[in-house]
């Protein structure tokens, strides 16, 4: 026999209710994450002790246009190929409940939605903590864009350091206001380009929405957008050159020029976003579980990224 309309209703609602009373998301935008994502600058892999970026760091010194036919050449051996090595970071969303909230969801809809926010909590704070952390110098050895693209192109990274080796260093440029900050990007751009036709050409930029809003208000006249369907008083996907230029909450007045072939967040082919098992809490009323990555930002060319900054 079919339920009736009332047996459906009743057996529903609980469900529906559930869904209705969903906490609304008051902190998480992970822009940087979802975009890294989507141009695949997120790297999975397996790791071992330490994360290596093989380097093709110079032209074979003993390349010569020759003067005569049998000009001597260069024995000596060829020195070509380095690696800039990175330490693992880990992060870790801890999830803890007690049998109190239990007893306060007694139905299955009402357990199943609190795991669902329980869990979209975790995974919205793990990838919110990385996307701050990106933009610091290191958070406990997680590293962020102050020492892959530092605002004077210099430091050491990944053990290499580039005071010494001047390919190493990342690119810059200054602006002041929306007079001269186009000027500033070209330069910057030109420079990770290094030259018409390159194929490694910066494929987004990141900013805060101050300085993404300076940037828009000097191309008021001939604006450039990713997507002409969104073609309204305003939009939302900002271009320089072929790059997509988007704001981070904890982006600041740098304006930092990445692409996905030279700078990555490489993360555990295992354990990326890994949500461990269930644990009852020792001496206490409760139960534990954990959202867990082992990861690095890694970059395999740094003169490629740059900073365009005040």
């Known amino acids: 026999m079919a339920l009736t309309i009332s047996q459906i209703a009743a057996v529903s609602y609980p469900a529906v209710l559930a869904e209705m009373r969903k906490a609304a998301n008051q902190w998480a935008e992970s822009a940087l994450m979802r975009e890294l994502e989507k141009q695949g600058a997120i ?30 050449l260069s024995m000596s051996k060829t020195e070509v190929i380095t690696a800039a090595t990175y330490d693992i970071a880990e992060i870790t969303a801890p999830i803890v409940w007690s049998k109190k909230d239990e007893v306060m969801n007694p139905t299955e809809n009402q357990k199943i939605n609190l795991v669902k926010a329980l869990l979209e909590n975790g995974i919205n704070s793990h990838d919110d903590i990385i996307e701050q952390a990106l933009f610091g110098l ?22 290499i350091d580039s005071a010494v080796n001047v390919w190493w260093r990342s690119q810059t440029a200054t602006y002041t206001t929306s007079a001269d900050i186009e000027a500033a990007m070209t330069t910057v751009w030109n420079r990770c380009a290094k030259g018409s ?11 805060d929405g101050a300085t993404q809003a ?23 996907s900002l271009m320089f050159k072929n790059a997509k230029s988007i704001f981070s909450p904890y982006g600041t007045s ?57």
């Open 197 to 207: 036709g390159a194929k490694l050409l910066p494929t987004l930029i990141v900013s």
């Open 43 to 72: 790297e999975r892999k397996s790791l071992g002790s330490a994360i290596e970026a093989p380097l093709d760091y110079q032209r074979n010194p003993g390349t010569v246009i020759q003067a005569t036919d049998l000009q001597p």
């Open 214 to 236: 300076l940037f828009e208000s000097a191309q008021q006249a001939l604006q450039r957008w990713s997507n002409t369907d969104e073609l309204k008083a305003g939009f939302k």
């Open 254 to 310: 740098s304006m930092y020029f990445l692409n996905p072939k030279n700078f990555s967040l490489v993360v555990s082919r295992e354990y990326f976003r890994d949500k461990s098992d269930t644990q009852e809490l020792q001496s206490q009323n409760g139960f534990t579980t954990r959202i867990y990555s082992a990861a690095q930002t890694i970059t395999n060319n740094r003169s490629r990224l740059g900073v365009v900054h005040i």
């Open 138 to 159: 290191s958070t406990n050895g997680f590293l962020g864009f102050l020492t892959h693209i530092p605002t004077n192109g210099q430091g050491s990274d990944g053990g």
